[in-house]
């Protein structure tokens, strides 16, 4: 009896790009990323070629390369003519290598792992997330002022979190504060990942320190508060000088006082002398200084206080009415 031989189906083609990727003999994180670019993003052969040329050939080449920067290169190399190594980038693929560098920045900042598959999932959020990146620099915080310490520390905060570092981090990572021990932390933002990440150490810090020493001095000049770090050289040093004596525990016992004392004895009398929104601006102010301190009212009690130093106002609503 003859047994015919049934042909067995060919194997499926290989991609292209695994292809393409085995010649190169891509292994890793060069893999990882010419698989991203060709099939995922379309990149052709040509284009990764050229973005190998030029050094950036795994994922950790894309690490801290900066938005501006990208757009510069390929802007560059895409107006060079091919005889001068150039290579067509039209404005979507700068977009998406932009994108991709925002993400993987961010993922190693916070010490996380480059999971792929999180970008895969929001690919084109991602374009818009490094688009608005660059957010504009807040104003520079007044002199220090003893009585306005609270305010002026929390303006310092808010003016190093919109300045850049060196580091690629917001620049206040330099004087940030421990967070509690049961802090987990999938749960931070971007943002406070970054800076409670960053080394407090090394070259970077050392410039990035140097920074914010400059800008105490400057804010601290001709004030009680430069005596206290005049022979610092550390930004961080100096903030936390600071910071023990203007907060410690004689200050802060007698920061509450005041806010007690504050609550006390405020009322709402008349907009002519004291108005309304200053009222319940002062309010606010020993509310948290109270917070701050470790000894926060309950909402309830706050509104209490709020329609009972106010009853003058209500009154006098009531009787024009």
Same mark, same amino acid.
């Given at each position: 009896?003859?047994?015919?031989?049934?042909?067995?189906?060919?194997?499926?083609?290989?991609?292209?790009?695994?292809?393409?990727?085995?010649?190169?003999?891509?292994?890793?994180?060069?893999?990882?990323?010419?698989?991203?670019?060709?099939?995922?993003?379309?990149?052709?052969?040509?284009?990764?070629?050229?973005?190998?040329?030029?050094?950036?050939?795994?994922?950790?080449?894309?690490?801290?390369?900066?938005?501006?920067?990208?757009?510069?290169?390929?802007?560059?190399?895409?107006?060079?003519?091919?005889?001068?190594?150039?290579?067509?980038?039209?404005?979507?693929?700068?977009?998406?290598?932009?994108?991709?560098?925002?993400?993987?920045?961010?993922?190693?900042?916070?010490?996380?792992?480059?999971?792929?598959?999180l970008y895969r999932e929001e690919a084109s959020e991602y374009i818009t997330f490094a688009e608005i990146a660059n957010d504009e620099t807040a104003d520079k915080p007044d002199k220090?002022?003893?009585?306005?310490?609270?305010?002026?520390?929390?303006?310092?905060?808010?003016?190093?979190?919109?300045i850049v570092s060196k580091s690629g981090t917001p620049l206040s990572y330099v004087i940030r504060k421990d967070l509690p021990q049961d802090t987990e932390w999938n749960e931070l933002?971007?943002?406070?990942?970054?800076?409670?990440?960053?080394? *407090? !150490?090394?070259?970077?810090?050392?410039?990035?320190? #140097?920074?914010? +020493?400059? @800008? &105490?001095?400057?804010?601290?000049?001709?004030?009680?508060?430069?005596?206290?770090?005049?022979?610092?050289?550390?930004?961080?040093?100096?903030?936390?000088?600071?910071?023990?004596?203007?907060?410690?525990?004689?200050?802060?016992?007698?920061?509450?006082?005041?806010?007690?004392?504050?609550?006390?004895?405020?009322?709402?009398?008349?907009?002519?002398?004291?108005?309304?929104?200053?009222?319940?601006?002062?309010?606010?102010?020993?509310?948290?200084? *109270? !917070?701050?301190?470790?000894?926060?009212?309950?909402? #309830?009690?706050? +509104?209490? @206080? &709020?329609?009972?130093?106010?009853?003058?106002?209500?009154?006098?609503?009531?009787?024009?009415?």
């Open positions: 009896m003859n047994v015919q031989s049934q042909q067995q189906p060919a194997p499926p083609a290989l991609p292209q790009w695994v292809t393409d990727a085995d010649t190169l003999n891509l292994q890793g994180e060069h893999r990882l990323l010419y698989e991203l670019l060709r099939d995922f993003h379309s990149f052709n052969r040509e284009q990764c070629a050229k973005l190998r040329a030029e050094g950036y050939s795994s994922l950790s080449d894309l690490v801290n390369w900066k938005y501006k920067d990208i757009r510069s290169l390929l802007d560059n190399l895409s107006n060079r003519p091919s005889t001068r190594g150039g290579q067509q980038f039209g404005d979507r693929r700068i977009k998406e290598l932009q994108a991709l560098s925002w993400f993987l920045t961010g993922r190693y900042r916070r010490g996380l792992s480059f999971d792929l598959s220090y002022k003893y009585s306005s310490w609270n305010k002026w520390e929390e303006s310092v905060y808010i003016y190093l979190d919109s933002d971007r943002k406070t990942q970054k800076i409670q990440n960053t080394p *407090l !150490e090394g070259f970077m810090f050392t410039i990035d320190s #140097e920074r914010v +020493l400059t @800008l &105490l001095k400057e804010l601290c000049l001709e004030t009680e508060a430069e005596t206290w770090f005049r022979n610092i050289k550390c930004g961080r040093a100096a903030m936390k000088v600071l910071q023990l004596h203007y907060d410690g525990p004689d200050e802060s016992k007698r920061r509450k006082e005041e806010a007690r004392s504050k609550l006390k004895n405020i009322y709402y009398k008349h907009e002519g002398t004291f108005t309304f929104e200053k009222f319940v601006t002062n309010l606010y102010d020993a509310f948290q200084i *109270l !917070e701050k301190y470790g000894e926060p009212l309950y909402e #309830e009690e706050k +509104l209490r @206080l &709020l329609f009972n130093k106010a009853k003058i106002r209500t009154q006098n609503l009531s009787k024009k009415s």
